[in-house]
Structures are given as C-alpha cells and as structure tokens.
C-alpha cells in the first residue's frame, strides 16, 4: 500500500499513535470514557458516531488542544501531556470552522502560518496542491466554502505534519467539492502522511478510511475495516431488500454537471 511505513519485520505498518484509557469530563460529566485504540502509520483512520459521542473531544486531546483528564496519547513518540509543543509543530489540523485573517491574501497566510514553525514554504506549491492557484492573491473572504475547506487543509499542511487531522472535511459541501476533496485526501495519503479523520458521511468513511472506530455516549463500540464491520453485521443475519443500482442520483447529477469545480 503506498505510504504505509512498515517496522522491521516487514509485517505490519508500526503504529503512530497509541491511545490508551482516554478520558475526559466536564462538571464531574465523563464525555470520553477510558477509550483506547492505536493508529497506524500511513493509514487513513476514520472516528464515526452521532452527534455528542465524543469524536471531537477525542481529537482535541490527541492534537494536544484540550487536556487530558485521565489516560495517555502518544504520538510518534512523544508523550503528548508532557510534549505538548513538540506534538503542535508534528501534527496539522484543519477544523470544522477554520478562522483566517481577513485582510490579508492567501498566499501571505501560508507564509505567515509557515514562520509559526520557522519553516520556509512556497505558497505557491501548497495551493497548487488544493487547486487554489488563482486564488492566491484573494482573501479568505472571497472564497466558497469548498475553497476555505481546501485552503484550510492546505495551511494544516505548511509545517510537513506527520499527521494530519481533519474535522468534517466535507460538511457543507456539493458533490463535486466534496469528491475533489476525497480526490485531495487519498493524494495527501498516497505522500506517507497519516491523516484522522471524522465524518458523518458513510460513504466517505467507507472510500477513504483504512479502518475506522464507532463512538456512542463517551465509548468505542466497533473498531475494524469498513469491510470487516459490514462482513461481521451480515454474520449476525443482518438483511435488506436487494436492489441492486449501477447508479445513485449523485453519478447521475456529477454526469449532468460535469466532476469540474464550480468555484
């Protein structure tokens, strides 16, 4: 698989992240509850669940954004209580709603965000990355949401994390955006970059993720490949009618509007 780091043996990809007993409470209120999973190197690992099941608090812990309250994070190493700003300068995270300065265009925003790590980038190179090219001298303001969504995930990766975390990437967004940024995702993959991510499309999680965790209420409840957890439902006698499409209303309206973004 390309960009999946292997250990010595050859066998299996070494684990980049390690969560073990995570836990978070807010007003005596356990909101994540001695969770524990591990994150390959090199894979796409997606956290799903409705609504307040902890997805997000889970990530602020692991990017070192919010503190932990019980448990321990490692993260390529580094114990992130205790390495908190060397955890900042590893990781990059686009999040649901991304605030940029305003007045100030997109090619200087990445050159100031690359300066927060003492790193020496080339605006240019970034945005060609996100296909924000023509865009490089407007401001944030200016943009659609498909585009702050991409500029987003190009300023997360201005320091050259190891890797990345993305919050909703595609909420919001129409189908041809959301299918450029799957497009972008499975690229920034494929450069050995772990990405995590949480989404509440299943679709997406089934394309994009390697394996994926289920939260509900603070817990994991499921953790495997997309494959194995629908294999493992059909083993228990799960059924629905069989109708067999070769085509969904969204091929239908990319093939009527063409795949081309409309920014």
């Given amino acids: 698989m390309l960009g999946v780091c292997y250990n010595k043996d050859m066998t299996k990809p070494k684990n980049i992240i390690e969560v073990d007993g995570l836990t978070k409470r807010y007003g005596g209120k356990a909101v994540v509850k001695n969770i524990s999973f591990s994150v390959r190197e090199g894979e796409i ?31 390529d190493g580094y114990d992130v209580k205790r390495d908190a700003e060397k955890i900042k300068h590893i990781i990059g995270v686009q999040l649901q709603s991304s605030a ?49 969504q991409r500029f987003s995930i190009a300023s997360a990766l201005v320091n050259e ?16 955006a959301r299918r450029n940024l799957w497009e972008l995702i499975q690229g920034i993959k494929k450069r050995g970059i772990t990405i995590v991510l949480t989404s509440h499309y299943m679709e997406e999680a089934e394309l994009l993720c390697d394996r994926l965790a289920i939260m509900d209420s ?39 509007t063409g795949r081309a973004l409309r920014d």
């Fill in 45 to 75: 690992f997606g956290v799903l669940g409705p609504n307040g099941a902890g997805k997000t608090t889970t990530l602020e812990m692991i990017e070192a954004l919010r503190p932990i309250d019980a448990g321990s994070v490692t993260l």
């Fill in 100 to 148: 940029f300065f305003e007045k100030i265009t997109l090619r200087e925003q990445l050159l100031m965000f690359a300066s927060f790590y003492d790193k020496t980038v080339d605006p240019m190179k970034l945005l060609a990355q996100v296909e924000l090219t023509d865009k490089a001298d407007s401001y944030p303001e200016k943009l659609s949401g498909g585009q702050k």
């Fill in 161 to 176: 994390p190891r890797v990345l975390f993305l919050d909703e990437p595609t909420t919001g967004l129409d189908p041809q």
């Fill in 218 to 256: 603070g817990k994991i409840i499921a953790l495997d490949t997309p494959r194995k957890l629908i294999k493992d439902l059909l083993a228990k006698g799960f059924k629905k009618p069989q109708i067999v499409e070769q085509a969904n209303l969204e091929d239908v309206y990319i093939d009527l």
